[in-house]
């Protein structure tokens, strides 16, 4: 399902038509420099006749509405007849005051184009300026992003690996609410479905498995050889079901299941799932592993998942903590990604790092509110270059906010206990999509 973006300039022929032109080629060069695929028309928009015949062409998931200079609000209204998608309304600043003609009253178009989204029932995002600004190249790539995100969660599938366990209720996912509202699809296995799969391979089986888990994790050799040899029979169940079955993000039981009935931990399988591009949360965190998911795909990068743990005043800082399945390309370089024993279980292989120093990090999570409504959480911050805090993996980061007041806030209201700490400001996209999806976002 390719993503389809349009570029939609609107306007009339009695203003400045040379600015108008010049602006007119300047987005276009900015557009196709986010994405050479987008659609342009081979002119300036001028007359209804000719938005008419250019949107005849289209089928977007996503349009920039432009006004190149000022239109009426039926121009837009052409657009919300016959799209449903994503909008992003562009008025230009003016090129010249020098106390003669208006060159291209485009702002004025943005109230008309304005009251025809609102009295559709529909949301927009918006920006006011010219194409070669900063706040507008990062809006308009911010707002791209998000609606390119949209659209592929409707072919997402995120697969649920064991239920949540006794009082984890906050990460189960219901199949018709994730479908309703984020357009992905759940599917569930038991876990006993993968460990019955790892329990039936041999040596010869699991080699490879084995051979790429040491290339990433340090000290595998200090573990138990039978609980390694294990953890790579998971490795190869996890991947080759993840790999056959197109999934995407992935909620997976941990204990007391891979303990009690496999004995040794899910742990490293996850961490190695997360940089090898599948979102992948423990504790069967549904909506942890779709704030993974959506984190990641805004930066390209793997993403933190853990529990707020630890808060100083002082540094003004969260330490963000889980048992030991965080992506092994955030280890810090002077260690790597270490083998450990599970600090309850006291089984291995888990993973036990510190994270690696970030100039911007975001802490993000997909949450519900008591009504049952969806809600985001956004705080922004950088990571610290601080090693491991407790046995496990762990991040520390120094929020843009007061720390104390957002522990406090976040406990006040409700919010769950998991959270993905993505790797970059990922705020703008998250706000799009937001705003696109009818989701409140919560800033801290």
């Keep these: 399902m390719k993503f389809s973006a349009a570029y939609i300039p609107i306007g009339v022929g009695t203003f400045h038509l040379e600015s108008a032109q010049n602006e007119f080629e300047k987005s276009i060069k900015l557009l196709k420099s986010i994405d050479e695929s987008v659609s342009v028309p081979g002119e300036m928009l001028l007359t209804i006749d000719k938005l008419t015949a250019y949107l005849d062409t ?4 996503f349009v920039i509405v432009q006004n190149l200079t000022f239109a009426n609000s039926a121009y837009m209204s052409e657009v919300l007849k ?10 230009l600043r003016e090129p010249v005051i020098d106390g003669t003609r208006l060159r291209l009253n485009s702002l004025t178009g943005a109230f008309s184009a304005a009251n025809s ?5 529909r949301s927009f995002e918006y920006i006011f300026g010219s194409p070669e600004e900063e706040k507008v190249i990062a809006k308009v790539k911010a707002t791209y992003c998000a609606a390119k995100i949209k659209k592929e969660m409707r072919s997402l599938k995120l697969l649920q690996v064991g239920h949540t366990p006794q009082g984890f209720g906050f990460g189960r996912a219901l199949d018709l609410d994730m479908l ?20 039936a391979y041999t040596a010869d089986d699991i080699k490879p498995y084995l051979e790429d888990a040491s290339e990433r994790i340090c000290g595998l050799d200090s573990i138990d050889s039978k609980n390694v040899e294990d ?7 996890y991947a080759e079901y993840v790999k056959n079955n197109n999934v995407g993000a992935l909620a997976s039981r941990c204990w007391p299941d891979f303990f009690t009935a496999f004995g040794t931990p899910v742990c490293s399988v996850l961490g190695i799932l997360n940089d090898l591009g599948v979102y992948a949360a423990c504790e ?9 998911y959506v984190a990641g795909k805004i930066t390209d990068k793997s993403v933190f998942f853990g529990d707020p743990v630890s808060l100083s005043e002082d540094e003004n800082t969260i330490t963000f903590w889980h048992c030991g399945m965080a992506a092994c390309s955030l280890a810090r370089e002077d260690t790597g990604a270490c083998a450990g024993l599970h600090c309850n279980r006291k089984i291995g292989p888990t993973l036990d790092f510190g994270c690696k120093a970030e100039p911007e990090v975001t802490v993000f999570r997909i949450g519900r509110k008591q009504d049952g409504t969806f809600r ?13 805090q407790f046995y496990g993996t762990s991040i520390v980061i120094e929020t843009e906010n007061n720390s104390y007041d957002i522990i406090n806030k976040a406990v006040l209201e409700g919010w769950e206990p998991h959270y993905a700490v993505a790797m970059g400001d990922i ?10 999806l009818g989701i409140e976002v919560c800033r801290f």
């Excluded at 989204?117 to 029932?121: E, Q, S, V």
């Excluded at 309703?180 to 799969?197: C, P, Q, W």
């Excluded at 959480?377 to 601080?386: E, Y």
């Design 376 to 388: 985001f959480m956004l705080a922004k911050g950088k990571a610290l270059d601080k090693p491991r």
């Design 82 to 91: 016959r799209f449903d998608c994503p909008i992003l309304l562009w008025t």
């Design 231 to 237: 953890f790579a029979r998971l490795y190869k169940a």
């Design 117 to 121: 989204i609102k009295n559709f029932g």
């Design 284 to 292: 069967a965190d549904s909506y942890g592993a779709l704030s993974m």
């Design 427 to 436: 705020t703008a996209e998250v706000e799009a999509l937001g705003n696109m």
């Design 58 to 61: 289209l089928n977007p998931d």
């Design 180 to 199: 309703k509202t984020f357009g992905v699809t759940v599917d569930s296995i038991e876990a006993r479905e993968l460990i019955d799969t790892a329990k």
